[in-house]
DNA sequence: AAAAAAATTAACCAAATGGTTAAACCTAAT
DNA sequence: ATTAGGTTTAACCATTTGGTTAATTTTTTT
């Protein structure tokens, strides 16, 4: 069944696509308008300037994701747990939306940082919730110490960034793309595998 | 002393600055021209368009950053060595010029995958020689396989992702400039810690 | 010092681009 | 059928932007 045909849906898909691999300054509204299939004036009848229709495209994927995963990351599962299902839902996801990492940091580098802050997941993201669990694991011997934004960041970092830099990795290694799936699949159990092993007392 | 104060100078280094935190789409020549202090008309007088202007400076980051990381990665020294040695060039580097990473990665997007080609250092980077060198480590009982495109994925990710990630890093948790820089500078040797760790067998 | 060459600028130009307007077109209520 | 409201479009408009030109200034050569 089709996902809402209007016009102001197509917009904002056609939106998506453009601004995500073109960033904002780079995108054009004529081409989003072809690519949706009206005419140019409408997508100023419905969003009203190109920042408008920006916004309203970038705001929809932050708050579809980030949230998603930070509150998942300050859920209460075990450690060991919580990373394997993170990076399974990593996966899951950017596999799904590959310029998305890339999309989001860039944009980022050019003022909605007020606007992430706005998005309640701003600022208060408690790192202390996935200090205290690492310190309990510590504490029962079972991992060696390790603050948590290094924590976060190893992992983080891990999950994200062959994504981001996709193009270079297959570009520079002269990998195929099929093979560069193959490891960004692997990588769902891999790096956790990696992770955890790296914590070991 | 001063570095050449001549006009061609000043105009790539203003371009560098513009073009690394707006990129190409959004750098304006106007403003690449004020900040170099001198007029418009000058720039297409030494470089005849943006586009040669941008390639000039791409050109000129990526010839001085990449293939001196990935010339350090084959060569032979000890795999743990290594690390160490890489995980230190990677923060010096990227604490001077930490808009780098995000910049190469969007701009890599569109187009220069030509330029890396073409820049020796395209296409036929040997991952065997790494590969190789786990290899050896393996059969001697020092370290736990790992393929060597996880194990250069799980490095150069935690180096430069967090760099690339660095606005959005201290915008959601709400980590200040100074303590940024103080885990960057934790993660010269703690990355190298991690990575080692996580291979014992 | 004169001439030649190189560097630098102010004033323009054409194309691209975000945005607007007024008219046409639908669709649903009256 | 007519009207009214929202939707869609073609044609424009103003600004921005990369790029050019012709003249001026500075430097170098003779």
Redesign the interface.
Known sequence: MMTQETAEYKIKEAAKDVFM??????ARMQEIADKAGINKALLHYYYRSKELLFKAVFEGIIKAF?PKM?QLFTSDLPLEAKVYQMADKYVDFLSEHR?MP?F???E???GP?KL??TLN?????D?SVIQRQIDEEVEKGNI?P?TA??F???F???M???F??G???T?????SEEEFQR?ME??RT??PK??M????P
């Open positions: 691999v073109k960033g904002m300054a780079g980030i930070l310029e890339l989001i940091l860039t980022l580098r050019r940082l992430i802050q997941i701003g600022g208060l993201i790192l060696r390790i934004p290094q976060m960041l190893n983080v970092s891990m994200v960034f062959p981001a830099a193009h270079m990795f570009g520079i290694f002269g990998v490891i692997a990588r891999e790096v990696f992770i092993n790296a914590l070991r």
